[in-house]
């Protein structure tokens, strides 16, 4: 006897030993009968089918390389980078979502060669997750998503009050200052306030807010705060002043 593995009319192996003859044939996505074909030499063929079916039960692999979860953008306009790996059905689509819901397609200008980037803009600061789902030609999705804290406000300062310097006749006098601070993102306790007098000595730290100073009682003087907050946002303010040796004289006059 010989036996004959047919698919369609293409012969895949023949032999003499039925269990001795596995062919290995590489078969598209779908259905293929496949035929054993056994002939006795004599004049006696006979045939069966078997229908074997390929199937993609495999997703895609999504994997986003920027932004990283630890990251805090000072922008609303984010940069989302990545790559997908389909190896059966291909890519059939690709949609980027963000945190409210909003749905963006990737079109062919957005990928190359199995990669991706597409820029997305936020209304607001705040954090926002960014899940990639891509679909094969099979219907299998893959998915990669990532947290991003948007901070692109710089902090909010007031600056200091004005203050009163009574004249004592002393050549220094001390004054304390209050900064009011705020920040959409950054706690209070967070923020970092910094002082600097005439250009001089910075000095300052978390939530340092109230600051004391002794300075000439005659001449022209320049304070300075800012804050900055988590991501670095800075905010800043002057206040410039002349304090000459009179009663109730306004210390930190407006610029």
């Known amino acids: 006897l010989t036996y004959t593995w047919m698919l369609g009319t293409t012969a895949l192996a023949t032999g003499d030993q039925a269990a001795a003859e596995r062919p290995e044939v590489l078969l598209p996505i779908g259905t293929h009968t496949v035929t054993l074909k056994v002939d006795d030499g004599q004049g006696g063929v006979d045939t069966d089918d078997v229908d074997v079916t390929i199937q993609d039960t495999t997703a895609p692999v999504v994997a986003i390389s920027t932004p990283s979860t630890v990251d805090t953008s000072t922008t609303r306009t984010i940069n989302v980078v990545g790559t997908v790996a389909e190896a059966c059905t291909g890519i059939a689509s690709l949609v980027l979502t963000d945190g409210a819901g909003t749905a963006y397609e990737v079109t062919d200008t957005d990928e190359t060669d199995g990669g991706f980037a597409f820029a997305v803009t936020v209304p607001n600061d705040g954090f926002y997750t960014f899940s990639v789902n891509a679909a094969d030609g099979a219907g299998n999705i893959g998915s990669a998503a990532v947290s991003v804290l948007v901070d692109a406000t710089a902090p909010e300062l007031a600056g200091f009050d004005d203050i009163l310097i009574p004249c004592t006749g002393d050549e220094t006098f001390t004054v304390t200052l209050t900064a009011k601070t705020s920040d ?15 250009d001089g000595e910075v000095v300052g730290g978390l939530a340092d807010t109230v600051r004391t100073f002794t300075l000439a009682a005659f001449g022209s003087h320049v304070i300075e705060v800012s804050v900055t907050d988590e991501a670095t946002m800075v905010a800043v303010e002057s206040r410039p002043g002349r304090w000459p040796s009179q009663a109730q004289t306004s210390a930190a006059a407006r610029p």
């Open 184 to 198: 959409v993102i950054t706690p209070d306790d967070k923020l970092v306030v910094t002082w600097t007098v005439n």
